[in-house]
């Protein structure tokens, strides 16, 4: 379940929460592959932190390890991340070539 705010009072200072369901239907009603789900958590992780070590997408996300792993070798595989050693990835930046540890 995700509450947003869905408005404001002054008098006293208070928010009223709502689903988000309610607020913005037609974008949390699609449904979204699993994949596609896990590659935009670890993006949204990566784009943050720059930077992740084992264990620790799944720590912070509650996603299992394998989940987590998933989610961040799609981003490798896109070049929006390298991965320098095994379960650590790293967002690069622009114009940097990939690296995935492969010795490529």
Known sequence: MIVVPS???YQPFTYIWTLAVGRFPGGLRRRVV???????IARGFLAG?????????????????PDAGRGNRALVAEGYASSPAAGVYRLLEMNEPAWNGAGE
Not at 34 to 40: F, I, N, S
Not at 54 to 65: F, N, Q
Request: hydrophobic content about 40%; proline content about 4%.
């Open 7 to 9: 408005e404001i009072v």
């Open 49 to 65: 932190a720059g930077m992740t070590v084992p264990g620790e997408l799944a720590r912070v996300t509650g996603l299992s390890r």
């Open 34 to 40: 699993r994949d596609t789900a896990l590659r935009e």
